[in-house]
């Protein structure tokens, strides 16, 4: 049954808005930002507490709000057996930790920064197992990659902090990448990324052809995460880390998130040879290669890392023997372990705090100097070692009993020995643990005296470890429910496998085989020294410096081809990028689907092939006296004039308008531009570099011409007839072009005159810098040809320039004005007064012109963004969409009858956008010549005529 | 005319990408306005060629229009190249005056290139 419950995106939210706390509350002092750092997490579990009922009646709490409803991505939380046992798991260790952090950091390491990682990790694991989305799983996935990667990388003046937490960084983070892929195909076959959706399409999913894709790229998510061969290389050097972070993360959290995931999944996945063969023969060799590297490791803290690789191949093992009651049993050792691997770790943690080493081979006798740290170890081992009484042992003998009935292949003993050897070193590095750590004689040479720590520091062991006893005497009556909810869960529903969670189950193979274990864990220890001798001198692969190696071999990689596609020099990325558009455009044009042909071919007149002839004698003329800068500049000219000519010819006088006032400009802007540039351009490129380069122009021009000319023969679909019909009806106007620009699609418009506005500014900015910088002294010493014009402001050109002026700026007014119905409007209308202004510059010089300039370019272009904005806006008040336009036609008695639409102040905007920024372009570059030591003229010409006639007279 | 637009339109492409991959910054200059003008026409094509049909609606009677939708995105593709020519003969310009050449490749890292230059 499912009940909604808002308390589940409390929780879920709880952790990373307490993540804030820490940062505030750490000048209140150490102890203030441990309390209240513990107040969060204390209130996501008083939450989780008022929930548990439901769930242990086996009820299932949900809640959902839409986030992505498109992609299939909601926050959507659900809170089953399972999860009621991780997050209880989380929150609870999570308090305890917080609790012994705050002994165990010293005054020098930053709190603050500790606890809010701590909580960031906290509240992504917690995301994990109450997220019923796996989209947002997924996310949640990755966040605990990355707060790990800061949990573990805390001591960041340590390298081997840096290094190994670098490498777990990298290695879930691969591996979550590949969840990721696995995820998306799981969610395509079931049609829902929901959990509670794919959770009861198991057969659907196991019979998919996808299966086994999905199943691989989710099974590497879960055994990078969960440490397992051959991934199980990172966790050992995440040891660097403080130990509250080892304690937390590779107890109950981080390392454990892999097998949540597969015991998860199990409904979804599990039961398939596949699944089988994968999972258990990846935790089985997990389990006892964990364990054998634990026996040989002389760091305690190294020791118990592989001990929990070992338990975690365990915990694999049994979620891929695909029974039930194997899984019900993996649940009761994740309990299990987690209550004595926490202690184990704190423990460790307090005799390096205490003794300054970690070094087993250092240590001994610790039991008369640290009599309650030697007590909580030594439950939290014998545990480990699986003995009776503690809880250890009660799951450690319902998996050798799985184990005892589980055949590989054809081989029915294959399993239970392997497991049994397993279990026969467990024993062995448990007992190894307490013997060489506590037992034996007091030595005189530990790095500092021990003594056993202040409660604070014991209390969170102490606490697990009575849970140990606890559990491991009544586990029916302490854990039982418990187990079989979450197990429950964990099978996805349907009848419970019979199970006892009893200390006696009678004389069973597990019986024997467990006393194999026990009594072969003692020889072992008995012979450890031999033993160790004997591993030191054998050559083992060190994960480590492969790993490092093969990231050196990626890098070397991604170097090489970066080096080589980005070496610095545009020219070589712009070949790449036209080579690699013309092979798609290859594959695309051979790709078939080229229709006939629906178009007839139109005549060529006379006219035109002139026209033509002219155009691509000067293209090719510019191309080939490139060098020569000022000639080619002059007859880029040609090309665009005969680009206007065609476009008058095609039936687009606007086009036409523009393209021709556009060339004025751009060729004035190159000539003033090329003033300061050298004006040759000299010989560099190799005749095999122009080769090259012809071969990739002349394909790309062949390739677009065939694909032009393929288009312009077939007819198309097009949007354009409903602009026709509507454009004298709902905008008011007869240029179809013009209503197009300023009404059906004046958003656009509107954007591309705030770009062209940005242009403006940039360039204004840009030469502002330069004329402030270095350069502008080196403008000031330019020595110009002594060839120049001694008359740069001909008689001539003023008094015409001065003539035109008004007839210019009455035709730009004109063809503003006519816009809307006749080709014209603002664009042209902007283009057309610029170039009557700028001739006035030209003819009469900067200053003098300049002098009689009473407004600012800037505000041009502000003011008109601002009136085409108002003018959408309007249409707003209306009640009609931004940029609707309205039009009437107004008859006063002296004149014609005449239009007015607002849409006229919307192109009005754009016209003083467009005159804004061509002129404050043109002003900007021609601020360089007045800095480059150009005489500053105050009079229209730089001799006075009158002067001349007058001093005639005088002689 | 189809020949002659898209024959047209090659030679621009052609002219403009030859001269786009050259290693100074002015004939780099040039080949964009050229490889504007080819993308201004290609877009121009696409609305496909009409004679005497432009689209300004007439008061007399039927008349047929030619496509005035590309005509209108190409109207303000001419002036943002415009703008875009601008700005980027303004960087070149800075970048000569600021460095005393318009070379357009950086020099390839460890070459040592930059010293041989260094100075021309």
Redesign the interface.
């Known amino acids: 049954m499912f009940i909604e419950h808002g308390f589940l995106l409390v929780i879920a939210a709880l952790p990373f808005v307490g993540a804030l706390i820490p940062g505030l509350m750490i000048r209140a002092g150490r102890t203030a930002c441990a309390s209240f750092t513990a107040l969060p997490t204390a209130f996501a579990l008083l939450l989780l507490a008022m929930l548990a009922p439901d769930v242990m009646q086996g009820n299932v709490i949900r809640f959902e709000v839409e986030w992505l409803p498109q992609l299939g991505l909601s926050a959507a939380f659900f809170l089953d057996g399972l999860g009621l046992l991780f997050a209880g798991m989380i929150l609870g260790v999570g308090l305890l930790i917080t609790l012994y952090a705050r002994f165990y950091l010293s005054s020098e390491d930053p709190m603050g920064q500790f606890y809010t990682y701590l909580l960031l990790f906290q509240g992504a694991m917690l995301g994990i197992v109450i997220s019923d989305n796996i989209l947002l799983l997924l996310i949640f996935w990755e966040l605990t990659s990355l707060s790990s990667f800061l949990l573990i990388g805390y001591w960041k003046h340590l390298p081997e902090g840096r290094q190994g937490a670098r490498m777990a960084l990298a290695v879930t983070g691969a591996g979550g990448l590949a969840m990721i892929g696995g995820m998306l195909i799981l969610g395509n076959i079931v049609g829902s990324y929901n959990l509670t959706d794919i959770l009861v399409a198991g057969d659907l999913i196991r019979a998919s052809d996808w299966y086994l894709p999905a199943l691989i790229l989710i099974l590497l998510g879960a055994f990078t995460k969960s440490a397992q061969f051959p991934f199980h290389f990172w966790l050992p050097h995440a040891m660097a880390a403080p130990t509250p972070v080892s304690a937390y993360l590779h107890s109950a959290t981080m390392v454990k998130a892999g097998v949540f995931l597969m015991a998860r999944m199990w409904p979804a996945l599990a039961g398939t040879d596949a699944w089988f063969y994968l999972v258990a023969t990846t935790g089985l060799i997990t389990m006892v290669l964990g364990a054998l590297i634990a026996l040989f490791k002389d760091d305690l803290k190294a020791l118990l890392a592989f001990s929990t690789v070992s338990h975690l191949g365990l915990l694999t093992m049994l979620l891929g023997f695909g029974t039930k009651l194997a899984a019900v049993v993996a649940v009761f050792h994740i309990i299990n372990h987690l209550t004595f691997k926490a202690a184990l770790f704190m423990t460790a943690g307090i005799v390096d705090h205490e003794t300054h080493t970690r070094d087993i081979k250092r240590l001994g006798g610790l039991r008369h100097l640290m009599p309650v740290t030697f007590l909580i170890g030594t439950v939290g081992a014998l545990s480990m070692a699986g003995i009776p009484l503690f809880n250890g042992f009660l799951s450690k003998e319902m998996m050798l009993e799985e184990a005892a009935h589980t055949s590989w292949g054809n081989s029915p003993y294959a399993v239970g020995v392997l497991a049994t050897l397993g279990a026969l070193l467990s024993v062995a590095y448990s007992f190894r643990f307490i013997a060489h750590v506590f037992l034996g004689p007091v030595r005189d040479d530990y790095p500092a005296k021990p003594h056993d720590p202040p409660f604070g520091m014991w209390a969170a062991p102490g606490l697990l470890v009575l849970g140990v006893v606890i559990i491991g005497i009544m586990p029916a009556a302490v854990v039982g429910p418990l187990v079989a909810v979450a197990g429950g869960a964990v099978i996805g529903g349907g009848e419970m496998p019979y199970y006892s969670l009893k200390i006696w189950h009678g004389v069973t193979p597990a019986l024997f085989m467990s006393v194999i274990a026990v009594a072969g864990g003692l020889v072992l220890l008995a012979l450890h020294r031999p033993l160790d001798w004997l591993w030191n001198a054998l050559p083992r692969p060190e994960a480590k410096i492969i790993f490092d190696a093969l990231i050196a071999r990626v890098a070397a990689l991604s170097r090489g081809i970066t ?1 080589t596609m980005h ?6 990325y ?2 790449i990028f ?1 080579v690699t558009t013309l092979i798609v455009g290859y594959a695309a044009w051979t790709g078939g689907g080229l229709t006939m042909e629906t ?1 007839p ?4 007149p006379p006219a ?2 002139i026209g ?1 002839v002219l ?2 004698v000067a ?2 003329t ?2 080939l006296t ?2 020569r ?1 000022f000639l ?2 002059v007859i ?1 000219g040609v ?2 004039l005969m ?1 206007s000519a ?2 008058v ?7 036409a308008l ?2 021709i006032s ?1 060339e004025t ?2 060729i004035m ?2 000539l003033l ?2 003033h ?3 004006k040759e ?2 010989v ?2 190799g005749a095999a570099l122009r080769i090259r ?2 071969v ?3 394909a ?3 390739a ?6 393929a ?3 077939r ?2 679909d ?3 007839d409903y ?2 019909a509507n ?2 009806e709902g905008g008011g106007g ?4 013009n209503v ?2 300023v009404d059906f ?1 004046g958003y ?2 509107y954007g ?1 005159i705030i ?2 506005g940005i ?2 500014l ?2 204004f900015a ?2 502002e810098t ?1 004329l402030n ?1 270095p ?1 502008s002294r ?2 000031r010493e330019t020595v110009y040809a002594p060839d120049r014009s001694r008359d740069r402001h001909p008689l001539m050109m003023v008094v015409a320039t001065r003539v035109m002026m008004p007839i210019a700026f009455m035709v730009g007014i004109y063809i503003f004005l006519r816009g809307h ?3 014209g409007g603002g ?1 042209v209308a902007g ?1 057309v007064i610029s170039i009557a202004l700028l001739m006035q510059y030209m003819a009469s010089g900067f200053a003098w012109t300049q002098a009689r300039q009473r407004f600012e370019y800037h505000g041009l272009i502000g003011f008109g963004v601002v009136i085409a904005g108002l003018t959408g806006a309007g249409a707003m008040l209306a009640g009609k969409p931004f940029l609707t336009s309205a039009y009437d036609y107004f008859h006063f008695p002296p004149i014609e009858e005449f239009e007015l639409a607002t849409a006229m102040a919307f192109d009005l905007g754009v016209f003083l956008v ?1 005159f804004g ?2 002129m404050l ?1 043109l002003y ?2 021609s601020r ?1 010549a007045r800095i480059a030591g150009e005489t500053v003229n105050r009079e229209p010409m730089d001799y006075d005529p009158t002067d001349t006639v007058e001093k005639r007279k005088e002689a | ?27 780099v ?2 080949g964009l ?2 490889l504007s ?2 993308a ?3 877009l ?14 007439s ?1 007399y009677g039927e008349a047929s ?5 590309p ?2 995105l ?3 593709a ?3 190249s ?6 980027l ?6 970048s ?3 460095a005393g050449n ?1 070379e ?6 460890g070459t040592g290139a930059a010293d041989e230059k260094a100075g021309s």
């Open positions: 080096e070496n610095g020099a545009i020219s070589r712009l070949a036209f178009r071919v139109l005549p060529v035109v092939a033509w155009l691509i293209v090719i510019v191309t490139h060098r800068r080619s500049l880029l090309v665009g680009l065609g476009f010819y095609l039936s687009a006088p606007d086009l523009t393209q556009v400009v751009t802007l190159l531009a090329l300061f540039l050298p351009t000299p560099e490129s380069d012809g990739i122009a002349g790309s021009g062949l677009l011409a065939a694909l032009s000319y288009f312009m023969l007819d198309v097009t949007i354009s602009h026709l454009s004298y007869t240029n179809v072009v197009i620009l699609r656009d418009t591309e770009v062209l242009a403006g940039v360039i840009l030469m330069l910088g350069v080196r403008l119905n006749e080709p664009f283009l467009v920024a061509v372009m900007s570059l360089l | 005319m189809e020949v002659v637009v898209a024959s047209s339109i090659g030679v621009l492409t052609a002219s403009g990408i030859y001269l786009i991959l050259r290693l100074r910054a002015f004939p200059i040039l306005a050229m003008y080819a201004n026409a290609l121009f094509a696409s609305g496909r060629l009409a004679i005497n049909m432009p689209p300004v609606l008061k229009y030619t496509d005035p939708l005509q209108a190409v109207l303000t001419i002036v943002i415009f703008g875009m020519t601008a700005v003969v303004m960087v070149a310009l800075a000569y005056l600021e318009d357009v490749n950086m020099d390839a890292p």
